[in-house]
């Protein structure tokens, strides 16, 4: 009964008040902060694409040099930067934004752990996973995005 009368009371407020605070456009702060996060993410983002195209065009990953490991590894030096870009951005925005960025992760990050739990076994029972750490890492990353949309529209 409460929520009907709840609504009542809000459309009455909504007709008859004029503030502009209220709007659900960005604030000039959060558009700084979204240009920094940007400036921060896309020459990572870029960086990590463009060594993973060096590394997968000349890395002979399924050769037998030692070297391939070095190759291997070296896509994580731009990755680095997007976790920083990511850490950073946290530390820029307020304390609700990071809220829901939190929970975004920590719902990614429970998704990515129950993958990893899903795919060990997998292992276990005898199934080749020669592609289990791009399962859970794929897992992770999809958990984030969607707990990120639903708790945003929350």
Avoid: C, E
């Avoid at 930067?81 to 975004?104: N, P, S, T």
């Amino acid at each position: 009964m409460t929520r009907v009368l709840d609504n009542v009371q809000r459309a009455v407020h909504r007709r008859h008040m004029t503030n502009d605070l209220d709007t659900a456009r960005p604030s000039a702060g959060d558009r700084a902060r979204a240009r920094a996060y940007h400036r921060d993410f896309w020459p990572s983002i870029v960086g990590y694409v463009a060594v993973l195209g060096v590394v997968l065009v000349w890395g002979h990953l399924d050769g037998t040099s030692p070297w391939r490991y070095l190759w291997a590894v070296l896509p994580v030096v731009p990755a680095a930067g997007i976790a920083r870009a990511v850490l950073r951005h946290l530390r820029r925005i307020d304390d609700y934004q990071g809220l829901l960025v939190l929970r975004g992760l920590g719902v990614g990050f429970a998704v990515a752990m129950v993958a990893s739990l899903t795919v060990g076994f997998l292992g276990i029972a005898g199934l080749p996973m020669r592609l289990s750490g791009w399962i859970v890492y794929s897992a992770g990353m999809l958990g984030w995005l969607v707990a990120s949309r639903l708790v945003g529209k929350r």
